[in-house]
Each structure stands twice: as structure tokens, then as C-alpha cells.
């Protein structure tokens, strides 16, 4: 008879075979023609700035990861208020989240010059690589997850052996979870920095390219050209498939936590309910295999058809984890398994509403986004107001659906449909379980979202070789496709944050019941002061139920703690937005008179008699992207601390629950607003509403342009600040405990 134990092992092997597959796509990917000699030499202009910028944020990043291993470090090895794995676990995490970005910037810019070539010959030859190269990025992201988390579960189960079966396991799941604080910092960082870069330079490209000089896009005569193509890798791929991979870690691991607690009076299924979200996703990473082998398309395929196999891939792999969960979860003989199937069902569904409803917004062939392009018409203004006001509109079907799919997967899983919290332990590990439902099927919905910017740089990569225009036309049609992929990526991602955000808030309880035991051991007293009022007994909080915690902490809305930490959360998510938006518009102001001086000074760039100065452009996006992303990140990561240290348990679920709301909502008017400007902007480009050149495009190339650090600088990374915020709660509860003014 097939034990749990022996189901465990299906997580590494899951893990190996993705990652065998990845790198199957790669070299096949590498052995395509990369075209003749200019395109050759685009691709490794665009290759060493992408992997110089990527050295250099990585040497950034590592000074902040060792300054704060150091101080993890000293918590809990000095003051003893903190799990000694965590320094590790934190590093761990950091590492592959980079490292899983580092392996999908490498394929990306290898690929694009053999997708334009490709284009040389047809459109389907031209998606059939920068699919497959999309899904290296995808299997290496789900590969590595269930390789750390696997890896993981294994040594601290050896480490804590002798320790009781339930108790182990909360032990276990809560020191996992600070893994994914690292993902996160190494996430946001890249998002952050990626999302700067890419769009100082796109901007500064197009405001003096396209409107200035009346230039095509990636001419080129353009200096910000180069740099333009490295920013697409940077923060579409690198940023994207480290954001991904902490969504995947966290989700997975913040079910567990709340698998752990919700059976911890039986412990076999305390055991069962911690591996099942594990065991889910290595189904999903199998399953997403057969669901890459299914995107295929015919010669001479229309954009029509190209959608339609990008779509049935994914709908066969969410099909295919909708049925054989089922049979996993009969197998491992999980409580309640049909209900737990049912939140996993309920996941699944909130991403397809999710992505079906950002692409009728975003897509260039909806209402919404040729209605923005009409809107041309009358000048730039109408643009900015008609984008603003669809965006905001776009937000009600993801909160509804997020809702809906809160109440179920809560309901289904506990079965107490009047949430009256008497299961609230098993509903909230269905929340969680609905959110690595969502995330089962990564591997191949992080393919369809790199596939995005690497169609975009083979375009840029035609137009700059000066290929036939047929093949300029091939991969405009890709990068049309490619944006609506990207934005519904995008969608999905900001989706799957808020379920997952939703179940760390329930583990930061659990690991606040650990670090209460800490300090117990640590200094030898078996009453917890709450307040001046309120003195709990440690071996009551420890096995206090979820309602019960939240009672002797008074997390109440009448607690004004809680409500002044719902403003401050409130105020994160925007005060965020407004510091990534003015950093590239700073980054940008450098980029616009760069290109101008450029212009001006060396004669001969328009007539096409000199050559730019690339590479002082790429420095300019490469400085200004280090630079600013430091202080929202740091911003990111003080504000729990220092919320609860003053405020405490009460102020930090207030802000975590505030950044949760606003930060979901405006992450989604955000991506959406700039995903249908820039669609906008393509479908006049396409020969509709005056076309290229006209005053109509003028205007909508403005509207993308407010759009872009709208879709991939702040908007995308509200997703990682409203987990990461989660995260770091969870790391330093410890302090929280220890230490509160209030």
C-alpha cells in the first residue's frame, strides 16, 4: 500500500523532471539560427546589457541579504527570540528566486534573435520558439520551488525527529515560511529595479523616437533602442519569474502552516493536510508538460488561432490538475477530501475568470481598448481619461471573483457555511489550498507570459537588422499577442497575491504561538504580558484557537491600533506606487535628454550615416534602476517591523489587512489601465484610427507611455509589497513579541 511517505518523493522528482525539460527547451532553442551577422550583433548588444544590469542588482541585492542574515542572526543566536534556521532559510530563498530570474533573462535574450529569424519563414515557426523558450522560465521557476521546498521539508524533519508528530510539523512549516521572505525581498528588488529600467529607457525611446523624431519603434537610429530590448528582459522575465517563484513558495508553504495547525489534535492528518499542497503542485508541474506539448498551431496561422493554442494549453492543464487532484486527494485519504477538491477547483476557476476578464479589458481586439483608441481622436487628454476610467472599471470582476472564491474555498473546506469560526483553522487552509490550486499550473502560465517580451525583442531585433517587413509585420502580430499574455500573466499573478496573502495573515498567528514558546524557553516565564490589562498563561496560547488568539490580542476594528494599522497598510500600497512611478519619471527625464543630446550632437544618427552612443543610454537605465529601488524596498521591509514594535500584534494585522485591500484593487487598475493603452496604441499602429503617424497615434503613444510604469514597474510590484510586508511579519513575530511600545 502506497504510504504519504512514499508520496512525498513524487515532490523531488517532479522537481528533476521539470528542470530536465528545461533545460531540453534551451539547448533545442540554442541550436535554431540566430540569422545573419547584424541580427547576431543585436543579440549580443541586448545579451550584455541584460546580464551586465543583472550583475550588478545582483551585487546590490546581496549586501541588503547579508545585512539582514546578520541581524536574523543575531535573534537568534544571541537574544534567542528567533528560529536559528531562519537565517539560512531566508538566504535560501533569495538565492533561487535569482537564480530562477537569472536562468529566464538567459533564455530570453538567446531566444530573441531566433524568433525574428524564424519570422523569416513563418508566424507559427516564430511562436513555437518563444513559446518553448517562455517555458524554460516556467519549468525552471516551478522546478526550483519544489526542489528548496522539498529539500527543506526533508532536513528539518530529520533535524526535529525526535520531536512530537504534530508539534514537529507546526515547527517545521512555520520555519519554511521564512524562506519565502527571501523569495520575496529578492522578488520585489527585482521588480522594483526591472520595472525602472525597462521603462526609463521605453519611455525616453518613444517620446523622442516616435513623436519627436517620427522614427519607427526599435529603429535603429534610436540611442534608447538597445537599451529599450534589455529592459524588456530585465523586468518582464527576471522581475516576472522571481515574483512568480515567491507567489508559488509562498502559497505552498503558507498551506501547510495552516495544514499543520488546523489537524494538530490528529497528527497522521496533520501530516497528510502539510504535503498535500506539496503534492498538488509537483501534479501541476507534470501536468503543465503535457499542457506545453499541446500549444501547437499550423503553418500559416492567424493571431486568431495563435490565442486559441496558447489557451487550450493552459485550459488542458487546468482540466487535467482538476481531475487528477482528485484522485491524489481520495488516495492520500486527506479529511474531508471532497471539500478540499472543491477549493482547488474554486482556485483554478478564480484564475481563468481572472485571465479571461484582464484579457477582454487589455486585449486589442475588445471594446475596451479600441474604445481608448477612438478616443485618440480628440488628443491625449481623452486618452489618459479614457485608459484611467477602464481601469478603474476592470477592478470589479477580480475583487468579485477573489471574493467568491474566498467565500467557497472557506466554506467547502470547513463546511461551515454561516462562518460562524468554529472551523475557521480548516477554512483558511482552504483559502490556502484555492491559491495553490491557481499556482498549480505555473509552469505553463509563466511560459505564456515570457513568451510576451521575448516576441517584443525579436521585433525589435527585425526592425533593427532592417528585415523584410513582412517579418516586422510576423512579430508585431507575436508581441500583440504577447501583450495580452503578459497582462493577463500579470493579472493572474496580483490574483494569486491575494489568496496567498489572505493565508499568510492566518500562518503569521501560528508563527506568533511559536515565537511566544521561544520566549518562554528563552527567559523561563510561563505568563505572557499582552497589555498592562490582559496576562495569559504560554501553555493556554499555545493551543488557543484561531478566534481565541485573536481575542487576547483584541484584534478588533474598535481597537484603534488595528484601525490606525489599516490606514498606515492603506497608505503603504500608495505612497509605494508614488515613489516607483517617480523614480522612473526621474530615470526617464535622464533618458529623453540623453537621447536628444544624442541627436543633436552626433550628426548623421537620423540620416543613418553614424551610430548612436547605445551604451551610454543602457547606463543611464542601469544607474538609475540601482539607485531608486533601493528606498521603496527598504520602505517595504521596515514598515511591519516598525508597526510592530510600536503598535504590535493589533497594528500589524491592521496593516497588513489594509496593504491587502488596497494594495490588490490599485495592483489591478494598474496593470490593466497600461495593458489597453498599450493595445490601444498597437491597434491604431495596426492601420485603424488614422495609423502610424497620425495625430491619433501621437496621443496614444502618450497614453502608453503614463501606461508603462503603470502595467510593469508599480502595479506588478504591489503584488510582491503586499506579500512581502506578510513575510517579514512572519520572520521577525519574535521581535513582535519581545518587544511592543504600545
Keep these: 500500500m502506497i504510504t504519504i511517505q512514499d508520496l512525498f518523493w513524487l515532490i523531488p522528482s517532479a522537481s528533476v523532471l521539470a528542470l530536465i525539460f528545461a533545460g531540453i527547451f534551451f539547448y533545442r532553442m540554442k541550436a535554431q539560427d540566430e540569422g545573419n551577422e547584424v541580427m547576431k550583433m543585436i543579440a549580443r548588444h541586448v545579451r550584455s546589457g541584460a546580464m551586465a544590469y543583472l550583475r550588478q542588482q545582483y551585487k546590490i541585492v546581496a549586501i541588503f541579504f547579508v545585512l539582514i542574515t546578520v541581524v536574523f542572526a543575531f535573534l537568534a543566536y544571541c537574544l534567542h527570540i528567533q528560529n536559528p534556521w531562519v537565517p539560512f532559510a531566508f538566504i535560501s530563498g533569495g538565492f533561487f528566486s535569482g537564480l530562477a530570474g537569472y536562468i529566464g533573462m538567459k533564455t530570453a535574450t538567446y531566444a530573441s534573435g531566433r524568433v525574428a529569424n524564424a519570422c523569416r519563414h513563418s508566424l507559427d515557426a516564430g511562436l513555437q520558439i518563444a513559446f518553448r523558450s517562455g517555458a524554460v522560465l516556467g519549468l525552471t521557476v516551478v522546478g526550483l520551488a519544489m526542489l528548496d521546498i522539498g529539500a527543506w521539508y526533508w532536513v528539518l ?29 529578492q522578488a520585489l528588488f527585482a521588480r522594483v529595479g526591472g520595472g525602472i529600467y525597462t521603462k526609463a529607457a521605453d519611455m525616453g525611446a518613444d517620446l523622442v523616437g516616435k513623436t519627436e523624431a517620427h522614427i519607427p519603434e526599435d529603429d535603429p537610429r534610436n540611442p534608447a533602442t538597445i537599451a529599450d530590448n534589455v529592459g524588456d528582459n530585465v523586468g518582464d522575465v527576471a522581475g516576472m519569474g522571481a515574483d512568480l517563484y515567491e507567489s508559488y513558495c509562498g502559497s505552498i508553504l503558507a498551506s501547510a502552516a495552516l495544514g499543520a495547525a488546523a489537524y494538530m489534535a490528529v497528527p497522521e492528518m496533520a501530516l497528510k493536510a502539510v504535503l498535500t499542497p506539496m503534492l498538488i503542485a509537483a501534479l501541476g508541474t507534470i501536468l503543465s508538460l503535457l499542457g506545453v506539448y499541446a500549444v501547437r498551431v499550423k503553418r500559416g496561422a492567424s493571431q486568431t488561432e495563435l490565442m486559441a493554442a496558447l489557451n487550450r494549453g493552459i485550459n488542458l492543464s487546468s482540466f487535467l490538475i482538476a481531475i487528477a487532484s482528485a484522485f491524489l486527494l481520495q488516495l492520500i485519504g486527506l479529511d474531508n477530501w471532497a471539500g478540499i477538491w472543491g477549493a482547488i477547483v474554486t482556485g483554478l476557476a478564480v484564475g481563468i475568470v481572472i485571465g479571461k476578464s484582464t484579457e477582454h479589458y487589455t486585449s486589442h481586439d475588445s471594446y475596451p481598448c479600441r474604445k481608448i483608441a477612438h478616443s485618440a ?76 517580451p521575448i516576441s517584443d525583442n525579436a521585433g525589435g531585433n527585425a526592425e533593427m537588422s532592417k528585415l523584410d517587413p513582412e517579418v516586422r509585420r510576423r512579430t508585431d502580430a507575436l508581441d500583440a499577442l504577447g501583450n495580452t499574455t503578459a497582462a493577463t500573466g500579470k493579472g493572474f499573478a496580483i490574483g494569486s497575491a491575494a489568496l496567498t496573502a489572505l493565508a499568510l495573515l492566518a500562518s503569521y498567528i501560528e508563527e506568533l504561538k511559536i515565537s511566544i514558546l521561544h520566549w518562554s524557553e528563552a527567559t523561563g ?130 496593516l497588513l489587512a489594509g496593504g491587502l485591500a488596497s494594495g490588490f484593487v490599485l495592483a489591478v487598475f494598474m496593470a490593466n489601465s497600461g495593458g489597453a493603452w498599450d493595445n490601444a496604441k498597437k491597434y491604431i499602429e495596426q492601420g485603424h484610427v488614422g495609423g502610424k503617424g ?8 502618450i497614453g502608453d507611455t503614463v501606461g508603462d510604469p503603470f502595467k510593469d514597474t508599480s502595479g506588478p510590484s504591489l503584488n510582491i509589497l503586499i506579500k512581502l510586508m506578510s513575510m517579514v511579519a512572519i520572520v521577525t513575530a519574535g521581535v513582535n513579541i519581545a518587544v511592543t511600545l504600545f
Excluded at 169 to 185: H, N, P, Q, R
Excluded at 378 to 397: K, N
Design 377 to 452: 481622436k480628440t488628443g491625449p487628454a481623452t486618452v489618459i481619461i479614457s485608459g484611467i476610467g477602464i481601469g478603474m472599471i476592470s477592478t470589479c470582476i477580480p475583487v468579485i471573483t477573489v471574493v467568491v472564491g474566498t467565500v467557497l474555498a472557506y466554506g467547502l473546506a470547513s463546511g461551515d457555511w454561516h462562518f460562524t469560526g468554529a472551523e475557521m483553522s480548516k477554512g483558511l487552509y482552504g483559502i490556502g489550498i484555492a491559491a495553490v490550486g491557481m499556482l498549480s499550473t505555473l509552469g505553463l502560465t509563466l511560459a505564456t507570459d515570457a513568451y510576451g
Design 157 to 185: 524533519n530529520w533535524f526535529y525527529g525526535d520531536m512530537e508528530l504534530s508539534m514537529r510539523l507546526v515547527v517545521i512549516t512555520t520555519t519554511m515560511l521564512t524562506f519565502g521572505m527571501g523569495a520575496s525581498l
Design 525 to 654: 516565564n510561563t505568563i505572557y504580558k499582552i497589555n498592562d490589562a490582559v496576562s495569559v498563561e504560554v501553555s493556554k496560547i499555545a493551543t488557543a484557537s484561531l478566534s481565541d488568539f485573536m481575542g487576547y490580542f483584541q484584534v478588533t476594528l474598535m481597537n484603534p491600533k488595528v484601525l490606525m494599522g489599516l490606514f498606515v497598510g492603506a497608505m503603504m500600497s500608495f505612497m509605494f506606487c508614488g515613489l516607483t512611478m517617480n523614480a522612473v519619471g526621474r530615470a526617464a527625464e535622464k533618458m529623453v535628454k540623453e537621447v536628444r543630446r544624442q541627436f543633436k550632437e552626433i550628426k548623421g544618427i537620423l540620416t543613418g550615416e553614424a551610430e548612436p552612443d547605445y551604451v551610454r543610454c543602457v547606463e543611464i537605465s542601469t544607474a538609475g534602476a540601482q539607485h531608486e529601488m533601493i528606498w521603496p524596498s527598504v520602505l517595504a521591509v521596515i514598515t511591519p517591523i516598525c508597526m510592530g514594535i510600536v503598535f504590535g500584534v493589533p497594528g500589524v494585522f491592521g
Design 694 to 701: 497620425s495625430e491619433s497615434h501621437k496621443a496614444a503613444v
